[in-house]
């Protein structure tokens, strides 16, 4: 008989599953769908539910609650779904998915990934909805985050499951007059923003030597690099330390998460001016206290960043969306590996360096086609 596959699933998943409409025990690795069965239940149905989502070796070992026979473990292999996966394994917490003879197929446990190539696989909408109970993709997803009631750990599981809407098209965000604010073209970055970096410069000659103002932007773009690692690192993910309520994670989600759970979506990929202004301002100010002696360098070095980001914004669309020359295609392959592979390490998106230096930087053997 053919060997049958059978799905990973975290113990957040698992654990999500929980109601009298998809209610999943396990008994340790393995996972039971025990739904249609909890009324059949001779304890009741209610016994059931109180293990729900939960590991079931205990009680049913447990002599002062009833003996189990034979039988009882046949309905439980009958109604076997899958295997839990730990959360934490070494090298990108990569992982196989098991099958009942005993192989493996080389995916990650967390994303259910293999390759970039699954990033952009089609998501059937009906089944994933049915099988994981977080978001509907044709349903305007904002409202959906805020009113699903869902736990941290359950919400961070999910959104870090990458989604693919119907050949890269843009899964409702709002479903109003909002959502053309939501989506922004890659080109609308360099046609805002390098205008202004070119005045800033002119203007930062007016008081400083040319070769000065080179110098400063040369520093701004470095310290860019620096800001783009700390934000992607510290801001954006800041998963751990994301607060258990709708509002912490509704900002998440619109922030960055919804691009991990979206990573293909071309309009939701390059930051939207009004939030880049938002995430400059404070940093116009920092150059203006440490450069207080002259605005004009303060303007130079600000001018720097803001080209940086310009450079970091392409790149990630380009690392996303385009075929790139050689020596960018490692890049593309890194930064692909953060989103189907392991979101808690590589970071940099222009560069590896930061990564290198922190020790965040992202080696696995996984197969990347």
């Not at 917490?93 to 089609?122: F, I």
């Not at 053309?180 to 923003?193: A, F």
């Not at 970091?312 to 593309?332: A, C, G, I, V």
């Amino acid at each position: 008989m053919p060997s049958r596959t059978l799905p990973t699933f975290s113990r957040a998943e698992v654990e999500s599953h929980s109601s009298t409409d998809s209610c999943y025990v396990t008994i340790g690795t393995k996972v039971y769908d025990v739904t249609n069965f909890a009324d059949d239940h001779p304890g009741g149905s209610s016994l059931v539910l109180e293990y729900a989502g939960k590991d079931v070796r205990a009680i049913l070992n447990d002599p002062t609650s009833h003996e189990h026979s034979e039988a009882a473990y046949e309905i439980l292999d009958d109604s076997l779904v899958g295997f839990v996966t730990e959360k934490n394994v070494p090298n990108g917490h990569a992982n196989g998915s098991a099958t009942t003879a005993g192989t493996q197929e080389l995916v990650h446990p967390r994303t259910g990934m293999s390759c970039a190539e699954d990033l952009s696989k089609d998501t059937d909408i009906g089944l994933d909805y049915k099988k994981h109970k977080f978001l509907d993709l044709d349903k305007p997803l904002f409202l959906q985050v805020w009113n699903g009631g869902f736990t941290k750990d359950f919400y961070l599981d999910q959104v870090h499951r990458p989604r693919h809407y119907r050949g890269g098209d843009s899964a409702p965000l709002f479903g109003n007059f909002l959502e053309p604010l939501s989506k922004t073209p890659w080109w609308l970055v360099p046609i805002i923003w390098l205008p202004c970096v070119a005045f800033g410069l002119y203007s930062a000659t007016e008081d400083l030597p040319g070769p000065y103002v080179a110098a400063y932007w040369l520093f701004g773009c470095f310290l860019w690099t620096l800001i783009e690692y700390g934000m992607h690192r510290f801001l954006f993910h800041l998963d751990g330390y994301l607060p258990d309520n709708r509002v912490f994670i509704t900002l998440h989600f619109l922030f960055h998460g919804i691009h991990h759970y979206l990573p293909m979506d071309k309009y939701r990929l390059v930051m939207p001016p009004t939030l880049f202004i938002f995430l400059a301002t404070p940093f116009w100010y920092l150059s203006r206290f440490v450069f207080y002696h002259s605005w004009h360098t303060a303007v130079a070095v600000f001018c720097g960043g803001v080209f940086g980001y310009i450079c970091y914004d392409l790149t990630h669309y380009f690392l996303h969306h385009e075929n790139l020359p050689l020596w960018y295609k490692q890049l593309k392959k890194y930064h692909l590996q953060h989103h189907f592979l392991d979101y808690e390490l590589g970071f940099g998106v222009t560069s590896k360096f930061w990564d290198t230096v922190f020790g965040t930087e992202l080696n696995t053997s996984i197969k990347t086609k």
